[in-house]
């Protein structure tokens, strides 16, 4: 009987645990604003395309309609106009919202998976494996990620094996290599700080008391350490959340990483610059829906932050 | 040098605080960290403010500086010189601070700007408060550093705060409290954290600087020792009220609050006339805590032998006999015995002397890595840190061996090094006459079992995020073969046996004090019947009413399951406690060790000598011993020659003791064994 | 302090020599070759094995590599294979414009958000602290992009008073015509500044929460000389670190910036050859990157320690 209420308890107490950051968050005045905002973003990427009007990518001949107002009368309005090519703003930019929160939320997931195994063990292990781990990420540190991205994208007409795997996940290549970038990108540098933080809380006489009851590193490591941890990577992932869409948004906008009929927050921009006495409604509508997703997520990290009583971490 | 040396106090007080009340407001609820606090410093006389962790005498001390940040409220008044501080405004304290009232803190590490150097920190302080020219700044902050004893008084001022030892930081930050000559000193803590050899040339200078300078000096701190030796008026502090205000001696020899009472029959003292040390006696129960309202009732009444009905139904107020003011209804009930009668510290003596621990030249080498932070450059690696060398001892069934020494002597390295989380560097290591591994990692379950350690800080030694049965339960499982609800109701029997509800178990440790947090890791500790125990500064974190309350909990375990101990702490009085063995250590080399007794009397090592002349003892009328060391504790490198204390020996012979290690000298063909070149007839006390 | 500097290049060396590495590896190594690369998708078999003997692309990459290595050495980064000239030659102007633009910036935003920070630290809590910590986190939020985007629309398209791109004509400097460069350091300098202004804010409070400015205060001190000789010192410790991290982040914020305004500096450069495949000037363009952030981080570690005495005595 107290067998099964402690194990309810205790695994009622893991999930607890793990969206306490986040509910936490919510108390700080940073946080209150943030995490709806986030949460609605991401409640657009996914139930978007069921609210969609229009098809994203369909030219009309509806074109320079603005914002509130039909093309035809008794038609659904287009709530923030169509472009040059008659598509509606509004469907693009939650076509737009599902590929971005997708591409940054999967590359972050990634990256501070990778970075989180490597710091913590770099870290717990120490020695000469840990500075020689903590030197190559310094070198991968040392190079702006958007620059890699770059790199990284223009050879990607050459990466046939690619292939492959992009038609398993049903998706273009060039995903998989943004994806991918931003893993390898961020894996570093949240490597750093779950290192540091892993260096603290091993010197905690409770790790030592682990160790002498001859727990096992991997024990030690998830067990004991990584829950004390919970707070600095949860920060990290919502800061890694977004550089995420920085650089993204950042490739749409220099034309890399989609093709261009299906929509693209930057590349709505990019396109649009032409028409910007016309229709600024066309570029504004993106633009602002990409500042308040990082303001928002920007804006949850500081409540988590201060939730958590964390100091302001170094950028980047 | 006496405490009454001093009568030409004004009958004038020169700081009144008159029912003080603090509150903060935090967002997780008001904390009435002052609720009432009166009291009164005249000039030229040393006022002791004493109480435990939390009793608001920090704020007291702060609020006197009008130095209280966040959302606060304050309440009564602080008379100073007849105008009242509360609600000052900041230019005016300005002009106060620093030269008419000046404060010396805890922990003078943090309390200098690490990027500032010492002249310019102090040249500063004279720029603002008085009209000098430069070269008159100059030579007052020589003068100045002078005057607390600083070596170089000259050239001090062009080094920066990190390259000072502990005990020169503190005469720094007291020399800055003195630049504009103040009318009132508050000192809080200030030699907390100091080693106690450092302490107590500290002390001296405080005791110094009572018959110098014409000042009053209020001086807040938790060891009783320490106010006794300085205070010449003393005021108790008990859950955020002042609680008892009288003379020193009266004080200390017929207190009239139960909880000064109590609190005295906490600290652990010598042995009697009889030779006989005895039990020390525990305040039961927890603070009345700063969160709570109070309601009309006396806040001690809960934890008081001889609380009546009147306790719980009204307030007491402070009442004024002759001088001595105590808030309390029954202060002629408060005797010697209230807190239980006088027994001897434990009431069995072991019999078998089989070895449980054995170390055999034990010693421990650090690699430092300081300055070299790459693989491939930096600067050379220094020679190794000789932080133990050549230790042995042996700790026999239901013992305690007591290791005592400064930071820095190698007393805790010696305990990591036998536990398996430091690797020692030779030697040989034995438990139950069975060889220890070097690494944790490589002994055997039993072996783990059977050697367990209990750490300094409660609050590092549980895992914040998991709840208290984890640490237990874990123990239980891997020693003890106990399945999930066998480990989960030992669990709740070891938490009852520690004095713990049984119902805490699913807390997590935030929830608990830390003396309750403390008792988690003993009884995480005792979790499947250890053969020995290493105590690491066990108790040395907490306040003296739970620390009397833990050391009883040791000595239970030890008569009830016939552990063994190895006990560290840097105090004496606590090793003398609980120590039938005692080794003193200093610079990781063992100066002098054998039983309690012999070790703790005539004739010893110079060292020892030294460190019981430091320790203050709760004694207003003890006399100060004068054997004082200058210094602080080296750090021993490889290829170092002579005897370890050469450098701060009060009686140092000639050149064998720089340049040939001291022989071990055994007194009497005993076991007690002091390492020296002074032969032994000459090693008895001087004074 | 001479073995310092002397750690500190040999590190710069074997970063850049991993970032070398790393360059090439992610331009050679990987499957499919620059001659693919450069024909793309309309290649013929025949085509493709002439350009690839035409480059030395036969040969094992890391003969190539040592080859490219030992050019970069000598000052030769190659030939650019859409221009046809050597790289460093197309590349010179490039690197000044952008350097105008870079310092400039930078020149701007660090001091000022140093002393907001500062100013903000101080009042933490009241109003005008909300305010500017409000509007930096704004200032971070947005993409070089969009920042870029707003001041054209706000200044250019509505009104009219600058040039929506900031052309350079071939063989003059920027600084000829000040008033293109106004809205790309605009846009620099946001982002710049809200890290900056926000680390040293957070720093200040930090700092002014010590025992030491505790000290400092019941001193009798002045509040500004608290503020100015307690606080900010320390603060600006952990902020040097910011503003060298933020050096890397602006190399990559110029990419965009230029874009936006076609400005012709390194990171147009740097977009014409990812756009076009030009590999030599790809792998030219990410050294001098890398380069410039490691020179910028051993700078600030110089700061650093001229600014903490006990590295300074240590060292």
Redesign the interface.
Known sequence: MIQNTSAARSSFAQISKVINPLTSAFKTPAGRIGLPLVLLHVLLAAFGSFLAPYSPTDFSDATYVKPFTSAVDGAIPHILGTDQFGRDVFSRLLSGARSIILISGIGSILGVALGTAIGMTSGYLGGKADEIIMRIADGLMSFPSLLLALLVLSVSDSLVWLDGISSTFATRKESILVIGTMAIVHAPRVARVLRSATLTIKTQEYVDSARLRGESAYYIIFKEILPNALPVLAVEGSVRFSYAILLASSLGFLGLGVEPPSPDWGAMISDSRSILTRAPWVPLAPAAAVASLVVGVNLLTEGIRDAQKLPTELPE | MTNNSINQTDSAPLLEVKNLGVSFFTPRGTVRAVRDASLTVRRGEVVGLVGESGCGKSTVAFSI?G?L?GIVQVDGEILYDGKDLVGMD?SE???????RI??V?Q?PQ????????IGPQMR??LK??LDLGKQEIRSRAIELFESVGLASPDTIGER?P??LSGGMQQRV?IA?ALACEPDLLIMDEPTTGLDVTTEATILDLIVDLKDRVNAGILFVSHNLGVIARVADRVTVMYASQTVEDADVRNIFNSPQHPYTAGLLSCVPKPANELGITPRLKSIPGSVFEARLEAGNECLFAPRCPIAHDQCTQNAPEISDADGHQVRCFFPDEVTSDIWGELKPRRDFESEDDAVVIEANDLNVRYRSRQ?K???????EAQPPVRAVVDASFKVTKSRTLGIVGESGSGKSTTARAL???TQKSSGSMLLNGDELETD??N?S?DQ?ADL??V???PT????????IKH?IT??LK??GNFD??GA?DEARALLEAVGLNPDYI?RIPSELSGGEQQRVALA?AFAANPKAILADEAVSALDVSVQAQVLNLLLRNQQENETSFVFISHDLGVVRYVSDDIMVMYAGHVAEQGPADAVLSSPSHPYTEALLSAAPEPDPDATPSIIRLDGAVPTMRERFTGCFFADRCHRKIDQRCDEIEPPAQSVNSSNHIIRCHIPIDQLVSQS | MLRFLLVRFSLIFITLAVVSLAIFGVTEVLPGDVAEAILGKSRTPGALETLREQMGLDRPAWQRYVEWIFGVLQGDLGNSLVQDRPVTEILGSRLQNSLVLAVTAFLISVPSAILVGVWAGVRQGSNADHTVSVISLVAISLPEFVTGFILIVIFSSTLGWLPSSSLVMPGTSPLARPVILIMPIATMTAVLFGYVMRMTRANVIEALNTNYVRTAILKGLPRWQVIWRHAVPNAMLPTIAVISINVGWMLGGLIIVESVFAYPGLGLSLINAVNRRDLPMLQAISLLIAATYAISNLLADLAYAWLNPRIRISS
């Open positions: 500086m130095y940040p900041e304290l300005e002009a106060l601070r620093g030269n000046a404060m803190y922990d943090t309390s200098l700007n690490p990027t500032m150097k500063e302080v603002t408060h920066y990190h390259e930050v800055l300055g932070k790459y693989i491939l450059f930096g600067d536990i398996g989380l944790s990692a002994r379950d783990r367990r350690m750490f300094q800080n590092a030694s549980l895992n914040p995020k998991l709840p640490a874990r123990s891997l020693f999930n609800q989960y699913e995480s």
